[in-house]
């Protein structure tokens, strides 16, 4: 394993400087920009993060978290750094952007594993920040889990190539990198723009005005989106509560990667939670892991709909998989119940807890 390992490291160098491979044109991503950027102007205050996909991002309000969980004790002071479409490499590289800045007040991580997958999603394969993260680390390790998969040679080949790609635009554009990234160090004398003032990383998708959301909200509402977003959540609450620990691919890429972000939170102090947001009750492959091999770490399962329907019921949702801002208020006040009943927050339990 070890010398397969280097083997992989080498290659991927070699490909990075010398292959000249074909360049990835990359677009701007403004969530995570603006993201970045108000975290790094509230670090000295921040306590708590959220960190997960877009189901994290569209569930959880940080100023109506933070009143709930905040006591005589403790203040709670929260940013929710959900992003769409993040898989478990960007997670892992986004922890490690967030535990480098050493937020001198961070306590807390609440989060989201997303499924591990070597390659980025076709929807997010342009974006800069996906380039960044395939650094050597990230790509010895998606590129060994290839080799070590039960795919087709041609499979392995275009995966490892895709990888390869994203990995030589990292090193030969280093510099345009850092400076997409560059607002995770603070300029003193520059002043927080107005727009992001008060910017907890939440924003509801009422609030987007984009034409993909007005799709995905016109298709939800329609009679063909509302009979299957019906089936879907029909199947899940005949299936919950019934997961089992199967085998899958990257099952052990993925174990080790949990392994290493427990590692870094303990080694900085850091209580780490994993949470599973609402969506239709679907299990992901690694859901079962967490409950067996990291059972150590706390673990809030909002994606019960026998347990909490408000969180899936209709009215609450936005299009098939995210709530709306209604229902990310019942999200938030639930998780906020959960972890006052089970004593992980040293906060004071809300005065109404949501049906």
């Known amino acids: 394993m070890k010398f397969l390992k280097n083997t992989i490291l080498l290659s991927i160098i070699l490909a990075g400087f010398f292959a000249g491979l074909q360049q990835i044109p990359v677009i701007n991503d403004p969530i995570v920009r ?19 996909t877009s189901l994290t991002y569209r569930s959880f309000l940080p100023p109506l978290f933070d009143s709930l969980m905040s006591g005589k004790n403790q203040q709670i002071t929260s940013f929710n750094m959900g992003i769409p479409g993040m898989q478990m490499l960007e997670t892992q590289y986004m922890l490690e952007e967030i535990l480098q800045r050493n937020l001198p007040q961070l306590k807390y991580l609440i989060l989201e594993v997303p499924n591990f997958k070597p390659v980025p999603a076709a929807e997010n394969w342009l974006a800069w920040r996906i380039t960044k993260y395939h650094d050597v680390k990230r790509t010895t390790i998606a590129c060994s889990a290839i ?25 030969t554009s280093a510099g345009e990198l850092r400076q997409f990234y560059r607002t995770f160090s603070r300029d003193p004398g520059a002043a927080l723009p107005l727009k992001l003032h008060g910017y907890k990383g939440y924003k509801s998708l009422e609030a987007e005005i984009g034409t993909e959301y007005r799709k995905r909200r016109q298709y939800f509402i329609s009679q063909e989106g509302q ?6 959540l029909k199947k899940a609450t005949l299936n919950d509560g019934k997961r089992k620990n199967q085998s899958f691919e990257f099952r ?41 091999h990291f059972a150590n770490i706390p673990l809030v399962d909002l994606n019960l709909p026998n347990k909490y329907p408000a969180l899936f019921a209709v009215e609450n949702m936005f299009d098939l998989a995210h709530l709306k801002r209604e229902g990310a208020i019942v999200a ?18 809300p005065s109404k807890l949501p049906e």
């Open 332 to 349: 938030t006040k639930r998780l906020a119940a959960l972890l006052n009943k089970e004593g992980i927050f040293p906060g004071k339990p």
């Open 227 to 232: 009979q299957e977003y019906r089936a879907l």
């Open 34 to 52: 603006k993201k970045i950027r108000a975290l790094n102007w509230q670090a000295d205050s921040i306590n708590t993060i959220f960190l997960g």
């Open 147 to 171: 080799l070590q998969s039960s795919f087709s040679f041609t499979e392995k080949a275009e995966m490892i190539k895709t990888c390869l790609n994203h990995f030589s635009m990292n090193m």
């Open 252 to 292: 052990l890429t993925t174990i080790e990667i949990i392994i290493d972000m427990i590692r870094q939170c303990e080694s900085r102090g850091i209580k780490l939670i994993f949470l599973k947001p609402p969506v239709q009750g679907k299990q992901s492959a690694v859901d079962p892991l967490l409950e067996t």
